[in-house]
């Protein structure tokens, strides 16, 4: 049976933490940091994109200054909403400013092992098993490629990935792992053929693309080639930031939020400037360094205000956002993670962040747990249920309810309680024994959704790809591993 998604939709509490004056005095900040002081583009293509559009180039250090009036007139191009395609049209997500989607994230290096409980490296096993899982919650809308498949060769690597995740999911895929020309052509051609042809894959993207910056204010060469074909062929694609504050941005938020905004459109621009009216999008996980020992957070005061943030310069761009939100420093599912993606999770969604990335990662985004997946999509549909709000109308007030049961009465009975008790929202992991029953039992929670990962990687089904399909996915890898390196042909299809 497909699964179905239950994102956040319309929600009614929100909350801003930059006022529209700020807005404007980052975005003007930004612009004189991207004419004055530049943005390193090595990419001949990328340069000579600029130079085409009049930016300063100097190609001996590849830096380019563009005038902001370029930036902004290359970004009035970008499409305000799109959709993300779906292998099962139904689960097709809509990018249109009023849903919140929910997703895994990515390039994980190792997994709590399911069985064991051991913290071993990630394999393409555990891609898979992840996103059958994934591809059975509710909660979870879309896929990252959640961890590193160690086993497979590093050229085609993010290909067998993309085909594990297709394998076990019909839920639209959002990539971060593909980083060079030559896998982004083997990728839409996958997309292609699951898409039904070119025209199709453009009209229902089931595939995304993300790039990383590099802080401060510095792109990838491959990075940006392989941005520039996926956009050609009518992907999503995203640039994220991760400027950490005191390192590779200023010790301010609001400094930091510029380098990292001067970085991320700067490359939006570009792929305007390249191919106008192409799907982009925001991306951004900054952070503040750990003054102790130089670490990546992973969840703090500052990670939580950058989530709001980062949402009020994406509406202001007027593009949506794709931003890390769980992903918790924590190193096993506990407090400190409940507490880290709890409190980011509600910034971003009450700020209205359209794509929501980490279900399942821990240790900063280094290890994969199923337990912290189980448990992340619970503190999502708290949230989902949170930001709702409280409707007020005839049917909500329950005047009716209230006179029938007059005072002293209790309302179990009654016609009003059957219509809308469902309506309430129900743990499956929040423990709510009894001390005496915690106290005989206190791992129960963590057992449960361990337990809850197993059952649905042994009864899920999801609908498989056609055997046709799965064969020509097959074929598209293996093209590339003789490419790359004949030795490696056929080495993981």
Known sequence: MTSRFAPIADPTVTLGVLSAEDVQRLHA?????????????????????????????????????????????????????????????????????????????????????????????????????????????????????????????????????????????????????????????????????????????????????????????????????????????????????MASCAFTGPATPAGNLVVGNAEVISALAMLELASPGAPVYYAAAQTAIDLRNGAYTGGGPEDFLFGAATNALADFYRVPLSMGSFATGAKVPDWQAGLENGLSTLMASASGAD???????????RIFSFEQLLLDAEIYSIIRSLVRGIAVDDESIALE?????????????????????RELWQSRYLDRRPYSAWAEDPDLVR?????????????????????????????????????????LAGSGA
């Open 29 to 241: 900040a930004t612009l004189e940091v991207i004419e004055t002081v530049g943005v390193r583009f090595p990419s001949e293509r990328a340069l000579d994109i600029w130079a085409a559009h009049g930016a300063t180039v100097d190609r001996a250090s590849a830096i380019v200054r563009a005038p902001g009036e370029l930036i902004e007139q290359a970004l009035a191009a970008a499409p305000a909403e799109y959709p993300l395609g779906a292998r099962d049209p139904a689960l097709d997500l809509s990018l249109d400013g009023r849903h919140v989607y929910a997703g895994t994230d990515g390039c994980g290096v190792e997994v709590e092992d399911l069985e064991t409980g051991e913290v071993r490296r990630a394999r393409l096993a555990d891609v898979a098993a992840i996103a059958h899982v994934a591809d059975a919650l509710d909660e979870v809308s879309f896929h990252w490629v959640p961890v590193s498949a160690q086993d497979m060769p590093p050229q085609s690597r993010a290909l067998h990935e993309l085909a594990a995740i297709w394998r076990n999911s019909t839920k639209h895929v959002q990539t971060e792992s593909i980083v060079t020309p030559a896998e982004v052509a083997a990728a839409i051609e996958m997309a292609t053929a699951i898409a039904g042809g070119r025209d199709a894959l453009r009209k229902r993207p089931l595939l995304s693309i993300m790039q990383c910056t590099i802080s401060p204010l510095a792109h990838d060469g491959g990075a940006l080639e392989t941005a520039l074909l996926a956009v050609e062929a009518g992907l999503p694609t995203g640039f994220m930031t």
């Open 355 to 365: 794509m929501l990335l980490g279900l399942g990662l821990l240790h900063g985004s």
């Open 401 to 421: 309810a209230i006179r029938a049961v007059g005072p002293g009465g209790d309302y179990l009975t009654q016609p009003h309680t059957r219509r809308h008790m």
């Open 447 to 487: 057992r449960s959704a361990r337990d809850r990962a197993r059952e649905l990687l042994a009864s899920h089904e999801p609908e498989p790809l056609d055997p046709a399909l799965d064969a020509e996915l097959g074929r598209i890898i293996t093209a590339l591993e003789r490419e790359a390196d004949p030795a």
